[in-house]
């Protein structure tokens, strides 16, 4: 009788970190793409209206053509959602959430990427630095050493798409916090380009290091445009 209840414990045990591990991962990446894109169709309609508010052009007057000008979002607090990342290496249905904060209760069990407070925001000079799990709750992240040299690590906002390219992998201490420098690694050097830092748990189920992956800005494309090609790269 005591084998058989502890049999039935052994079960349970092992279906729920099933759950945890495999299934629960699914059920969340799932409907946090799902809430994403629900964001992101949000941003698109509130555009769209503008655009139908906005007075109609004179067709006969020649438009002059006016340089993008890259907008920088304000450092959103915790937890506060502000953008959607896409990196098309990580499969067609990837997209996920970015809040404010790097906290686990806050933005990235609930949320899933955040971004460290005290580095710029996407199309800002300097190191724009993010955080992801790569295991467990949808684990954004999960994927990042599959990255290859070029990849594109798209982030959406309400203004449009920034468009970074991915350069190199590196792996370091848990207190490395000067992969978070405005040129990374570098103390006391001053940012002379944009940067993409992402940051995760190395190696996965362990917190013995930490998994770094860095991309250098490349395009920012107005939602007037519409969605950039880089979006779909690689994707059949």
Not at 12 to 24: D, E, K
Not at 184 to 200: D, F, I, K, V, W
């Amino acid at each position: 009788m005591i084998g058989e209840v502890l049999i039935t414990v052994g079960v349970v045990a092992l279906l729920y970190v099933a759950w945890q591990l495999w299934l629960g991962d699914l059920i969340y990446a799932s409907e946090r793409a799902a809430e994403a894109r629900s964001l992101s169709e949000q941003w698109q309609e509130e555009f769209d209206a503008s655009q139908s508010a906005a007075p109609t052009p004179d067709p006969t007057e020649t438009p002059t053509p006016a340089a993008v000008e890259i907008p920088v979002l304000a450092v959103p607090g915790d937890g506060e959602v502000f953008g959607t990342m896409y990196v098309p290496r990580f499969g067609a249905d990837y997209a996920v959430a970015m809040a404010g904060g790097v906290t686990r209760a806050k933005t990235l069990d609930p949320i899933g990427v955040g971004h460290y407070s005290s580095t710029p925001m996407p199309g800002a000079e300097g190191n724009v630095s993010v955080a992801g799990h790569r295991t467990t709750f949808g684990k954004p992240f999960n994927q990042i050493a599959n990255l290859r040299l070029g990849d594109a690590i798209v982030i959406e906002t309400q203004d449009g798409w920034y468009t970074y390219r991915f350069r190199t992998l590196e792996y370091v201490t848990p207190d490395a916090g000067d992969v978070l420098l405005p040129v990374p690694q570098q103390q006391g050097a001053a940012a002379n380009g944009s940067y993409l830092t992402m940051t995760s748990c190395s190696p996965m189920y362990a917190m013995t290091e930490r998994i770094i992956a860095y991309s250098v800005f490349d395009t920012f494309t107005p939602r007037a445009d519409g969605p950039p090609a880089s979006l779909t790269e690689g994707l059949t």
